[in-house]
């Protein structure tokens, strides 16, 4: 993909940036290996070539990026960081409070990120005062795909709420037509789990058994018919979802061999990247009942290697990253939508501008929450205990009241 001459022409905007950075490179990991996902780094790539700084790519493959939080604990563990890491919003906080992380504060009061950067975004920026990482855009997990073919084949509206998923899954079963794409791997499951809690119980429920882990709400009935949805999700996926990565899952509802999906917009950067229309050949609807609340994740450049002769070329990145154009051209790409108020919807497809209307209003309502399967509703801890718990039912016959025991367990020794 080109870069646009304006996104170019913004390389120069800080004054920060020393010539020095121009015989620099930078390193950066991250876990963008899928088709749209490589599509939206090489603008990053490309921008930086245009200001002749190098990118040294350290890519570890596999999505929601749990090997690649391993081997940045590797990397750190033996003192040799990258100049930058993609993490999501809790890992920041984590390096933060390890003290790995470089401070990005100057970069950030000459862009005025403060201003135009979402309060939501910046609690995970932001420690004491300092900017350790960048945010590179706004992702919404709580995204139903459909395949809008298979759909008006067979007379099909989009559900709205999990009973009517059931019902319309059930038809396609029945006709020979898998439902659901999915790919079994803790954190696809957990993303299904997250719209579950939130599409079952509401954005208060939510609040409470994800974000606060509140045992009563962890322990309720509403948490049994939770996981008894789970259940039922797992009867409308194909034989060979066990492992499947999520872009092969979101191939099968662009090429008709599956009708559904529930994933994150980055599910967009692959139909955008297959020249389909995200809205019309593909529609987004929120997963059943959760319109009304925002569900996010965002990807965040931290700052971690703070040697001298590497922290120009690291501000010139992270400025790059900040910039508006940068934001706008990325994000057409990557399926979400830019971590600033300032861009314009106009060239967003439906769906980005869908989602840009929702986030202001979710915003206004309280119903703006992170998401537990990215990074965003728990520590990595708890996340993890939560994933396990998940899993293990989604892959078993365990009951919903024995999931929802063991969910308690596992959430109160996580927090020891
Ligand atoms: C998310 C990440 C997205 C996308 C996805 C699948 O956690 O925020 O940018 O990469 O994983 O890999």
């Known amino acids: ?21 121009m015989a620099q490179s930078v390193e950066v990991l991250h876990w963008w290996t899928a088709g749209g996902e490589a ?11 245009g200001q002749g700084i190098g990118w040294e790519d350290m890519p570890v493959a596999g999505g929601g990026g749990e090997a690649a939080a391993t081997t940045l604990k590797a990397r750190v563990a033996a003192g040799n960081p990258p100049t930058a890491a993609q993490l999501l919003g809790m890992q920041v906080r984590e390096w933060a409070d390890e003290g790995a992380l470089g401070d990005l504060t100057a970069v950030a009061t ?13 609690d995970f920026a932001v420690r004491d005062g300092k900017w ?17 073919a298979i759909f008006e084949e067979n007379g099909l509206t989009p559900p709205t709420t999990w009973e009517e998923f059931n019902t319309v899954a059930q038809t396609l079963k029945d006709k020979g037509i898998t439902p659901l794409a999915h790919g079994g791997q803790p954190w696809q499951d957990a993303t299904i789990f997250d719209d579950v809690v939130l599409g079952i119980g509401g954005a208060d429920f939510y609040r409470k058994a994800i974000i606060e882990a509140d045992m009563d709400a962890l322990g309720s009935d509403t948490m ?4 008894n949805q789970m259940r039922t999700v797992r009867g409308f996926v194909d034989d060979n979802f066990s492992g499947r990565d999520w872009n092969l899952a979101t191939a099968m509802v662009l090429n008709g061999e599956a009708a559904m999906q529930l994933m ?7 139909i955008v990247r297959a020249d389909m229309t995200p809205g019309t050949d593909i529609l987004c609807v929120t997963a059943p009942g959760t319109e009304g609340s925002y569900l996010f994740n965002t990807d965040f450049f931290a700052a971690f290697d703070v040697s001298d002769d590497n922290q120009a070329a690291q501000s010139a990145l992270a400025a790059s990253v900040m910039s508006p154009a940068f934001q706008e051209a990325f994000n057409l790409v990557k399926g979400s939508i830019p971590a600033r108020t300032d861009v314009a919807p106009d060239n967003f497809d439906a769906c980005g501008q869908k989602a840009m209307a929702d986030i202001k209003e979710a915003e206004a309502n309280g119903t703006l929450l992170g998401s537990l399967a990215h990074g965003h509703g728990q520590t990595s801890a708890v996340q993890r205990a939560i994933f396990d718990v998940v899993t293990e039912h989604f892959n078993s016959d365990m009951s919903a009241e024995d999931a929802v025991e063991e969910l308690q367990i596992a959430v109160e020794s996580a927090q020891l």
């Open 39 to 49: 599509a939206a780094l090489n603008v990053l790539k490309e921008d930086l070539a």
């Open 264 to 270: 994150g917009d980055w599910a967009k950067g692959e």
């Open 110 to 122: 000459e862009g005025h990120w403060a201003d135009v950067v979402p309060s939501a975004l910046q």
């Open 224 to 227: 049994v018919q939770v996981f």
């Open 1 to 21: 993909m080109k870069v646009p001459a304006k996104l170019l022409a913004t390389a120069a905007v800080s004054t920060l940036i020393s010539s020095a950075a």
């Open 132 to 148: 350790n990482a960048v945010p590179v855009n706004i992702h919404r997990p709580n995204w139903l795909w459909i395949n809008a």
